[in-house]
């Protein structure tokens, strides 16, 4: 298995970056976010999971190991394949899935395009074996219920998941907790 790899960015796609790494250029597919915010030209390091199939192989990177952790986690539930497991870590941080889990909150999942609620049911079912109730990692917060609210609020009014999470992480960390007032800290951040 390819473990990691890294080089300079040579090309940029929606939901791939090409590395050159010597004389040879590797597609890698990234989440979105990670597809956003490489630039041409800079090096970049990636933890990586190749997937080999009969029709072909296919590299896929990630910004941390706990990412590409959740994405061969999220390949052992039935009906779950590569592209769908990079849409759901493009959609949901690895502190929303555990929350998802850890809630039994399959209405979260269901909200990546291509994950209808018995996919989402199957990912809660399977993943709550895998990952414990006191599993937290360096960096991530898992939201409380007061941001949940604010979250399911803003998906409500028609932002995209990720919009949505961006917003809630904007918000002051001394900011009340209550849930009018982060609405609206949430939504001064995504006014134009």
Do not use: C
């Amino acid at each position: 298995m390819i473990a990691f790899i890294e080089g300079e960015v040579a090309h940029v796609g929606d939901d791939h970056l090409v590395l050159r790494l010597g004389g040879l250029g590797l597609q890698v597919f990234v989440p979105t976010a990670l597809a956003r915010q490489a630039q041409v030209g800079v090096p970049m390091f990636l933890h990586t999971h190749l997937v080999v199939r009969e029709d072909g192989w296919a590299l896929y990177g990630f910004e941390s190991e706990i990412e590409r952790h959740y994405f061969t986690l999220l390949l052992g539930v039935n009906g779950v394949g590569p592209r769908l497991a990079l849409a759901i870590l493009s959609a949901l941080s690895v502190g929303l899935i555990q929350q998802a889990v850890h809630g039994e909150q399959p209405d979260l999942l269901a909200r990546v395009p291509g994950v209808g609620r018995k996919t989402a049911q199957k990912i809660i079912l399977y993943l709550q074996d895998k990952i414990g109730r006191e599993e937290s990692f360096t960096g991530l917060a898992a939201f409380s219920e007061v941001d949940h609210q604010v979250l399911e609020a803003l998906t409500h009014l028609g932002y995209s998941v990720v919009e949505a999470q961006a917003a809630l992480q904007s918000i002051p960390r001394d900011a009340p907790a209550d849930v009018e007032e982060r609405l609206r800290l949430a939504l001064q951040h995504l006014a134009p």
